[in-house]
Each structure stands twice: as structure tokens, then as C-alpha cells.
């Protein structure tokens, strides 16, 4: 067997985060790629349930001996028994213008001579004599050649089986090509056959027991194939390094090309590279203004040469996820995952996100309390919910939907108290308290509940919108390629089209007349405002009582939801509600925005426009701006980062917030009286806020 070098394959991380290795996570969004992939291995075995196959008949006509035999194999499929050629005649004029196809158990087994050994096998045959048969006969009419059905029989003298045993039969039974070049990666990786046929039922998402081929054939396989998986082994190794190298050779390249562009890898006592990270000049300038929360999705993995791919994303004003930079590790530890967050913060030149949000991970858990300590971590619910069919389906049976809404209900609770109640009580009512995954997800609730992170800021990166453009992302680059240097330029091309696409987003129209929409939407990008636009829509079907003191208690009119607490400080403008959606996603909610509708606010105040959900703060520069204002944007850029930073890190206490504003107060005073020995002023975009 020829040994050919193997395409980079990526696959999604299957290992179950519980630690048990014979514990798997088949993803919800893989079912229609594996839906592809059944398909694939099926075609060539079965026809579609929905495709009907008739009983072949006498002078019945065949373009060629092949599709003949094909449709009988077919119609042998679907009545329980497989076929097989039997004898074939030849002529000189016409070569072979006869073929028998019989039943495979046809005929009768011929006594063979007993090998010298001390206990030979007495294996038995199936064969029986069975009579049911399709023989073909070659004509040529008006030039062109042709078969006929010159006899039929379907006259069985034994059994026919069912469609669970058929599929069974060694004719049906095949090991397709891109089956068998990932058995042999999992074969060199050390996995024992049962567990190889676990993996790739689980990622054809199929039942046990149900692949096209069984246990057997995959051993007989990989006893076949021995040599080749050392020649592969042997392949690969020398193919990752050369494929490294080359990598490494097309990001100093990458240097030249971007000033802005910078990497870092690592190597091993012999000089062999062992990770790699990279970041673009565009993303790094980007971060600036769109680096508070970052996305670091870790789900993929390259099984051709055992590595893992980490991507780092930003949320942008749109709502869109845009590349801040990648890494390939080799493995997943902890100290792996510490030297990539190390690589990004140097990339950063420093700087930390307020919030990374990432996937299920101990040792990634670990590296991130250990680099980024003043940073809040948080587990993307919506890769808990993906893992919860892998993880209680199984258990729960016809359950299992009713208790997965019960379970988003719950996840989506406010109230820490109020979750942790509801929590057990749904664990106790499906019996599931002492599952080893209910455990799991309950010690990481600190990072992935709505209770507990309602006030992390995070920029709108759990909707679906956002998750889908993540997908959309990885899918572009994760396409087969033939080395890593392949992989990068994919990345690269990617990357770019975010910082070059300049396709207008349309105004939304204005619906309540409100001054304070239309000043909301000639600020905000149209993502941002139409985000703001559905809360001040929704605002109004609410009620505020006025309770004293600046405080007001804001409910739903026909109260289908708990109330919330709003505090108006009219001095500083200022507006706090209870639900914290402002700090959560740097979008005022309803209830904020009805106390100010309430006080005959004509403009929301400029402070609850953060930098990132403004129209101007666009990852695409338009011609215009690139020559009139690159000192201007620069300036504006690292003054609204600062002060943004500032204004968030100030409301965590009273005690901040009166140190700051102390201490700003006197800066300003400062830097009134300092002398101008330039006269010429930056064209700055003024901030107006308007005195109500």
C-alpha cells in the first residue's frame, strides 16, 4: 500500500472537559456536516430509502456491465442478501460479453487442503447452493454497445435478512478512503481500535454500532496497513517541522509587508518549533477601541499534526466578530495556554482586555486566573448548552427536551439565590444531582450563569448574531489546506475583508419620535442603535414610580416581569438600574431610558455612548478621514480608550469615583493654564453634552 502524504484535517475538540477519556462531545452544529459525511460513506453501499429499485427482469437493458451490477447490488440490499461476480466469458471480437452475478451463497464451498499446523481453523462456510441469480449478455445495435438481463432468478433457499443484519454482510461492509486515513492518525496517535470506531461515530453522529463497517474490519485494517501507519508517522513528523518552518519563514515575510505585524513562537531542547502565534497591525490598532471583551475560541484542533488552533476575536460597532490574532499550540496545558495569553498581551503592547470569553477548560481556567488576573473570565453559555445533549440525552431519553428549556430558563435566571434554587430542584426532579457533568458545570458557576456575570461587561458577544459570525469565520479558514503557510494566507485573506469591506449600513427608521432616538441614532452605529432602538420602543409599555431621593421603581404595566430599581443623580447625569444591562452591553435599557423620558431628557447624555458602539468608531477608514484626520483619529482613539477605561474602573465604588473625579478636576485646571507655544489645534470631533 503506497504511503500519500494527508491533507491537514481539523476537527472539532471531542475530548469532554469532565476528563474522562472515554467520555466524548458530539457539537449540535456539526449536524448537517454530518449528515454530509453519512451520506458520503453510505452512497456507494445503499441507495436512498426514498429511491425505489424494481425487480430486474429478462431483456431488461444496462449502458454498461458496471451500473448492471450496481443496480442488482441495490436491489440485493434492499431484500436481504448480498451478490457477488461468478464467472465471466470472453470472445475475440467482442472480449468479455458475458457476466453471471449470483448470490453470495451461491454454490457450495470447496474442501481445501488442512494447513501442517497443530489446530487448524474449521471455519464455516455460508455458501448453499442458492440458485437466485442475473445473468448479462453484450449485443451491439446500431454501433453502440449494450448489455441484457438473459436470465433472472430470485428463488432463495435460505434465509434473507433484515436491514439491521444486511448491512452486516462483508459486500456492504466498506472502510471508505477518508475513513481509513483517520484511522491511521488515530491509530499512530495510540487510540485502541474501540475507541477509534467511539470517535468516528460520534463525529458521523450516528449510534453505536451503526458505522458501515464493524470492529473487525478495522483491525484487519490496521494490521494491513502497520507498516504504512510508521511510514505516515515518520511522514508527518518530518512534514510538521518542514510545515513549521515554513510558517515561520512567511510571517517574517508577513513583517515587511504590515509594519503592524508581529509573532512569537517557542521551541524545545532540540530547536524543533513548538508554538507559533501571530497577530496583524489592522487587528492591533483595532484593539484600541474594540478590545474591552475578547473571544478566545479554542474548539478546533489539528489531528494531522496533533496540534491546537486558538483564535482570538473582537466584537466590532457592528456587532460583527473580527480577528485580534491566532496561535497553534501543541498540546493543551495549562503552561501552553499561559505562554499564548503572554504572546497576546505582548502583542498588545500591555494591554488587557475587561473580559475574555472562552470555551470549558481547566487548564485554559488556570492560565487565565495566572496572566490575566484583572480581568473577568467568562464561559460562553452557549458552549455549555451545545454539550448538554452529548452529556444527559442519553440518561434522560424523551426527557431530555423538556429538561433542556428548563435548563436555558434557569441559566438565564438574574438572581444568584434564585438560580442556585432552581437549580437543584431541576436536578433532583430529573435525578440527575450526582451526574459527574451537573457537578462539572455547577463548580465553574462563576463564569457562565446570568446571575453571576450580569455585571461583566461584554459587549453583546452572547448573541446569536455574533456566535454565527465566530462560526462563519472559522469555517473560511478551517477548509482542508496542505501545510500551516497554506492555513496562514487563509487567515490573512480573511482577516482583511473586515478592515476592507466598506458597504453602508442603511439608517433604521425612526418609530416613537422621540428626540431622544433621533439623537441616539446620528451617534450610534446602526447595530448599536438598532440594539438601543428596540429598548426605547419597549420603554414605553413600562411604568416608573417616583420613590424619593432620585429613586425609581420601573415595572412592566401588566407586571409579566419582576421590577427593577433606577437611580437618577441629576448632578453628574447619571442613571444605574438594578438590571445592569448598561454595564453588561454599553446599551441603556428600558427602564434607565423611561425614568429619562420620565425627566424630559431631549438627548441621552453623551457618557452612555461608549467609544466602541459609536458610528464613527468604524474598523473601516473611509478616503476622507485617512487624509484629513490621521493625527486627529489617533489622539481621539487613545483619549476615548482611556477615559472609557477610566469611567468604568470609577463606578466600582463610591471611594473611586470621588478620587477621580477629584483628581481630573485638578488636571483640568492644569492644563487650562498651560501656555500654547503651538498655535495649530488638532481637528478633534467635540463631545458635546447638552445641558437639560
Not at 563 to 569: A, G, K, Q, R, T
Amino acid at each position: 500500500m503506497a504511503t500519500k502524504p494527508l491533507n491537514n484535517i481539523w476537527i472539532r475538540r471531542q475530548q469532554c472537559p469532565c476528563g474522562d477519556w472515554k467520555c466524548y462531545i458530539k457539537y449540535q452544529g456539526d449536524d448537517d456536516q454530518t449528515t454530509v459525511r453519512s451520506e458520503l460513506v453510505t452512497r456507494d453501499s445503499a441507495t436512498s430509502s426514498s429511491d425505489t429499485i424494481f425487480t430486474p427482469y429478462v431483456s431488461q437493458i444496462f449502458k454498461t456491465d458496471d451500473e448492471a451490477f450496481d443496480y442488482y447490488c441495490n436491489f440485493a440490499r434492499k431484500n436481504g442478501f448480498s451478490v457477488r461476480k461468478a464467472r465471466s466469458t470472453e470472445s475475440q471480437n467482442l472480449g468479455v460479453y458475458r457476466r453471471d452475478f449470483v448470490c453470495y451463497r451461491s454454490g457450495f464451498n470447496q474442501p481445501r487442503k488442512k494447513a501442517n499446523v497443530e489446530h487448524p481453523r474449521d471455519r464455516k462456510s455460508v455458501r448453499c447452493g442458492c440458485d437466485a441469480k442475473l445473468y448479462l449478455t453484450k449485443e451491439v445495435v446500431d454501433g453502440e454497445t449494450q448489455w441484457y438481463v438473459s436470465q433472472f432468478s430470485n428463488i432463495h433457499n435460505h434465509e434473507l435478512l433484515e436491514d439491521d443484519q444486511v448491512r452486516l454482510l462483508p459486500a456492504y461492509r466498506k472502510i471508505q478512503e477518508s475513513d481509513q486515513e483517520r484511522i491511521l492518525l488515530l491509530t499512530k496517535a495510540g487510540f485502541p481500535v474501540n475507541r477509534i470506531l467511539k470517535v468516528l461515530e460520534l463525529e458521523k453522529g450516528v449510534q453505536p454500532g451503526q458505522l458501515p463497517f464493524i470492529e473487525k474490519d478495522v483491525r484487519n485494517f490496521v494490521r494491513t496497513c502497520k507498516k504504512t501507519v510508521q511510514e505516515n508517522d515518520a511522514l508527518l513528523t518530518q512534514k510538521r517541522e518542514i510545515d513549521m518552518l515554513a510558517l515561520l519563514e512567511t510571517c517574517r515575510v508577513a513583517t515587511q509587508r504590515d509594519d503592524g505585524f508581529t509573532y512569537n513562537y517557542t521551541t524545545d531542547e532540540n530547536g524543533k518549533i513548538e508554538n507559533v502565534s501571530w497577530a496583524y497591525g489592522d487587528s492591533i490598532r483595532a484593539f484600541s477601541v474594540f478590545g474591552d471583551v475578547v473571544t478566545f475560541e479554542t474548539t478546533y484542533r489539528s489531528i494531522t499534526y496533533n496540534m491546537l488552533l486558538g483564535v482570538w476575536f473582537g466584537i466590532d460597532n457592528q456587532g460583527r466578530a473580527f480577528l485580534l490574532g491566532c496561535v497553534l499550540l501543541q498540546d493543551e496545558t495549562s503552561q501552553s495556554f499561559s505562554w499564548a495569553l503572554q504572546a497576546f498581551i505582548q502583542f498588545l503592547r500591555g494591554n488587557h482586555p475587561q473580559t475574555i470569553v472562552t470555551d470549558i477548560d481547566s487548564g485554559l481556567r488556570n492560565a487565565i486566573a495566572t496572566e490575566l488576573p484583572n480581568t473577568k473570565h467568562v464561559i460562553c453559555v452557549w458552549h455549555v448548552l451545545s454539550k448538554l445533549s452529548s452529556w444527559f440525552s442519553l440518561s434522560l431519553g424523551l426527557q431530555y427536551p423538556e429538561f433542556k428549556t428548563e435548563f436555558e430558563l434557569v441559566c438565564h435566571l438574574e438572581n444568584i439565590e434564585d438560580f442556585e434554587n432552581q437549580w437543584n430542584h431541576l436536578m433532583a426532579r430529573f435525578g440527575i444531582e450526582s451526574d459527574k457533568h451537573v457537578s462539572l458545570l455547577f463548580s465553574y458557576r462563576a463564569f457562565w450563569p446570568v446571575a453571576y456575570i450580569r455585571g461583566y461587561f461584554l459587549a453583546r458577544t452572547m448573541t446569536i448574531d455574533y456566535m454565527k459570525s465566530v462560526d462563519k469565520f472559522m469555517k473560511n479558514i478551517l477548509s482542508p489546506h496542505s501545510s500551516f503557510k497554506n492555513f496562514f494566507e487563509q487567515v490573512s485573506v480573511a482577516a482583511s475583508v473586515a478592515f476592507q469591506n466598506k458597504e453602508r449600513v442603511p439608517n433604521l427608521p425612526l418609530k416613537t419620535c422621540l428626540p431622544l432616538e433621533e439623537h441616539a441614532r446620528s451617534i450610534l452605529s446602526p447595530y448599536a442603535f438598532n440594539a438601543l432602538h428596540q429598548e426605547l420602543v419597549l420603554c414605553m409599555q413600562y411604568a416608573a414610580t417616583d420613590m424619593a431621593n432620585g429613586s425609581f421603581l420601573v415595572r412592566h404595566y401588566n407586571k409579566l416581569e419582576g421590577e427593577c430599581l433606577v437611580i437618577w443623580i441629576p448632578d453628574n447625569e447619571q442613571v444605574h438600574c438594578s438590571c445592569k444591562e448598561y454595564e453588561h452591553s454599553g446599551i441603556l435599557c428600558r427602564h434607565s431610558l423611561r425614568v429619562l423620558v420620565l425627566k424630559n431628557y431631549f438627548q441621552i447624555p453623551e457618557k452612555y455612548f461608549p467609544l466602541r458602539w459609536r458610528l464613527d468608531s468604524s474598523l473601516v477608514i473611509s478616503d476622507d478621514q485617512i487624509t484629513s484626520q490621521d493625527n486627529a483619529d489617533e489622539c481621539s482613539e487613545a483619549f476615548h480608550s482611556l477615559t472609557s477605561t477610566l469611567y468604568a474602573e470609577s463606578l466600582i465604588s463610591k471611594e473611586r469615583f470621588n478620587y477621580v473625579h477629584r483628581e481630573l478636576t485638578q488636571v483640568v485646571e492644569i492644563v487650562r493654564n498651560m501656555p500654547v507655544f503651538d498655535e495649530v489645534t488638532l481637528d478633534l470631533a467635540p463631545n458635546n453634552v447638552s445641558e437639560l
